[in-house]
Structure formats: C-alpha cells, structure tokens
C-alpha cells in the first residue's frame, strides 16, 4: 500500500485525466485498455489498480463495454531464458486481430507503458531485434490505422517493479513506488487544485505554439548544439500538432499524457547532417547510450553507440524507411519533466523534457490531406513509411534551432533550448 497521503483520490484523478483528457471517451464508445508497445503486449499486471480506476473512469463517461489486455514482464522475460533460439520469429495472430477489431470501429484505445529499462539487459540483442520486427509486421495494419488518426488514443505510465529502483536509487528503497508516483502525479498536474482545469489551459498553450508554426511553414529546420548540426527540410502542407489532435472519428484527444511537444513532420528525403543522442534510447527493454546519427539525403549512413551499437543497426536495419525520419518534434529545455534532472529511461516521458526525433514511420496526419494519400503519394510529398516510429531526444539547454523560410531568410525558433518567439 501506498504512503502517499489520499493516494487512492490522487489515483482516481489521474485515471480521470486520462479518460477525459487524453481519450476524451465519448458516450457510445467502446474502450480497449492495454494495447502494445514494442517493450509490452498489454497493461502490466503490477498496475491492476490503475487500471480498474480507468475502466471507472471510462464507464462514468459513457463508454458502452471495457476491455482489457495484460501484461506480464516475468512471462516475456521467460522466453529468452528458455525458448529454443530458431523460434523468435514467431509471433500469434489473434492480437492483431483484436486490435484490428478495435480499430476497425474507431473505438478509443489506452495504452499504459511501463517497463523495467533492464530488463533484457544481458539477452541477446538479435534476438530482442528479431521478436520486436515479427511482432511490428503482425500488427501492421493497426500501426496504420493509428499513423491515420482513425481514433482518439491515448499512452501513459505508470511505476513497475525495477523501474523505481533505477529512476530513484538515492531514496531508500521502501520509498521509491512512492518517489515515482509523486513525481508523475507532479508532472501529470494531479496535484493541482483542479487537473482538468489545469490541463485545459496547458492543451491551449501548446495548440497556439503549434497554430504559430503553421502559419510560418518553414521549409526547413537546423538544429546546432555540441555533436549536432542538422539540417531537416519540412513538406509544403506541413501540419504542427500540439497536446490536442482531431481523430477521423471526429473526437478531439491527447495522445500522450504527460505532453510537452509541439510536433509535425519531416521530408524523408532532405535530412542531411549529423544529431548526437542527448538521453539514452531505452528499446525493448535494453539500453542504447551515447549514440549519434550521420544523414545525408534523408538516410543513416553512419551511426555509432557507445552501448547498444548492435541494438541500433538492427533498428535501422528493420526495413528502408528506418533509416530516414518520421517526425520532429519542439520542446523547451525548462519543461516540467526537465526540470526534475532525472532520466526516466522512457520514450514517453523522456521526450517531454528534450527536442526529440523519430526515426521511422511519420503520422498521415502531419501533412495537409494525409490520411487519404495513397502509399505513393505520401511518399512523393515527404512522408516516410516505416515498420517502427521510434522517438529519440537530442535537446539541451546549449541547443539552437532556427526555422529557415521558403526565401532563404533564417528565424530563430529555439535558443538555449527555450523558445524564441512569443504566443
């Protein structure tokens, strides 16, 4: 049990920001809680009562029919302990299905992302490479329809056994569930007076920086800090997002909780430069450190990591679009998440304290018309298409980014890592 004072309140209020603010569920809809992520293939059991909080939540605000997947890390873990070493192509066909069934109806779809950032630390990194590819083209066809915008989505997280120890090894070890739970109830606004209200004015800040740079339309975007200078051109049509996103089904959400970004699309094909990791990339539950990324003409040709060197050619090497990008995203070094000093060895979190890039797959959405541009299309616009979409931060407090305008003239977005216009 937890120490925390109201811990339960301050529980059913994060659930209740996730349903309302991140999902908006609206009367009618159906909820699936516990979708996939490249690390999980569900909600992780250690958090039943955050989930049965949501399932609350979901019906409170008029969802028809709830359901649930679980997760099990020690049941994953077991495999590569244990299962012959020609197997891990492997992968079922009825999660995809169910997915798909989900999707198809445009229902809301929660996923709860928490993992132990070392948990596969020691396994072999092909074979980490090899069950996170099959389980991406089993579940192809969902990630589509999520590239779309096809329903209101959501991702958030939550403490998991190991997680806590590596996040806050200088509190005692009795105390870190619940070091990790107040810092996330922090930087989720939990602890304000009223979350929702608090939240609605932070969705409003983020959507007028995100209305700021749809209006500029720059044609492209350099990044320079120490190990980086990188030049990332933007497609004509680009779309800025910010916290709050209109799915096809015609429901506002937010798709990550906590958010900081603002975020849009790259032109797969005019990338050229070099980009020095700032944070580690936790993949799959195995740590990437210290890594950097040589482009020209919108590809990886080179790449280096001082751990996890293997790990981040198998990413690459996952098919063509890996190895170019699929989003760039805007984040001020002084955002809340930053300022806590702490690695959270999680893309979720992490990429809300720093500028972030994403090799892979880009949303449709990014792009004027998107969602309803053939494969060929979007690709003649600058969309990449990817297997994977996979988020890693290069921001601090020592990096630039000018905004460069289709005439040549260069304006400043980002100095010092903190915005450089006004809303």
């Known amino acids: 049990m937890s120490s925390i004072p109201n811990f339960q309140e301050k529980l059913a209020k994060y659930a209740d920001v996730i349903i309302r603010i991140g999902l908006n569920v609206q009367p009618g809809q159906r909820v699936l809680i516990g979708t996939p992520t490249i690390s999980q293939v569900g909600a992780p059991i250690y958090q039943a009562p955050l989930v049965?909080?949501?399932?609350?939540?979901?019906?409170?605000?008029?969802?028809?029919?709830?359901?649930?997947?679980?997760?099990?890390?020690?049941?994953?873990?077991?495999?590569?302990?244990?299962?012959?070493?020609?197997?891990?192509?492997l992968h079922n066909d009825w999660l995809a299905t169910a997915l798909m069934e989900y999707a198809n109806r445009a229902d809301a779809i929660l996923t709860i992302s928490a993992v132990d950032p070392d948990m596969m630390k020691g396994h072999d990194p092909e074979l980490i490479s090899k069950v996170q590819k099959a389980a991406l083209q089993t579940r192809k066809a969902y990630s589509d329809k999520v590239a779309k915008g096809d329903m209101n989505w959501c991702v958030v997280t939550a403490p998991v056994p190991g997680w806590s120890d590596k996040l806050f090894p200088d509190v005692e070890p009795g105390r870190r569930e619940d070091a990790f739970w107040e810092t996330l109830f922090a930087l989720c606004r939990i602890d304000q007076p009223d979350p929702i209200a608090a939240w609605q004015a932070h969705v409003k800040n983020l959507l007028a920086r995100a209305a700021y740079l749809n209006g500029k339309q720059y044609a492209m975007l350099h990044y320079q800090a120490p190990g980086t200078d990188l030049r990332v051109g933007l497609p004509q049509g680009q779309v800025w997002q910010g916290a709050q996103m209109m799915a096809r089904?015609?429901?506002?959400?937010?798709?990550?909780?906590?958010?900081?970004?603002?975020?849009?699309?790259?032109?797969?094909?005019?990338?050229?430069?070099?980009?020095?990791?700032?944070?580690?990339?936790?993949?799959?539950?195995?740590?990437?450190?210290?890594?950097?990324?040589h482009f020209e003409n919108g590809?990886?040709?080179?790449?280096?990591?001082?751990?996890?060197?293997?790990?981040?050619?198998?990413?690459?090497?996952?098919?063509?679009?890996?190895?170019?990008?699929?989003?760039?995203?805007?984040?001020?070094?002084?955002?809340?998440?930053?300022?806590?000093?702490?690695?959270?060895?999680?893309?979720?979190?992490?990429?809300?304290?720093?500028?972030?890039?994403?090799?892979?797959?880009?949303?449709?959405?990014?792009?004027?018309?998107?969602?309803?541009?053939?494969?060929?299309?979007f690709a003649a616009e600058?969309?990449?298409?990817?297997?994977?979409?996979?988020?890693?931060?290069i921001g601090s407090d020592k990096m630039d980014v000018d905004g460069i305008t289709t005439d040549g003239r260069v304006e400043p977005v980002l100095r010092n890592g903190e915005w450089a216009f006004e809303v």
């Open 382 to 393: 600058g969309g990449n298409t990817s297997l994977i979409h996979i988020d890693f931060m």
């Open 52 to 89: 049965r909080e949501c399932v609350r939540a979901a019906y409170q605000a008029g969802a028809v029919f709830v359901d649930v997947l679980w997760d099990d890390p020690e049941v994953r873990l077991a495999r590569f302990k244990y299962a012959p070493r020609d197997s891990f192509e």
């Open 299 to 377: 590809r990886v040709v080179n790449s280096t990591a001082k751990t996890g060197n293997e790990l981040l050619t198998g990413i690459l090497n996952t098919d063509e679009g890996a190895r170019s990008l699929g989003e760039v995203a805007l984040v001020p070094h002084s955002s809340p998440i930053s300022k806590t000093g702490r690695l959270f060895y999680s893309i979720l979190v992490d990429e809300n304290a720093s500028n972030h890039l994403a090799l892979g797959r880009a949303y449709r959405f990014s792009i004027e018309g998107g969602e309803d541009m053939s494969e060929e299309q």
């Open 249 to 293: 089904n015609g429901i506002r959400f937010t798709a990550n909780i906590p958010t900081e970004e603002v975020f849009s699309m790259p032109h797969k094909d005019k990338i050229d430069g070099t980009v020095t990791a700032t944070k580690p990339l936790n993949y799959g539950g195995a740590l990437i450190e210290d890594f950097s990324l």
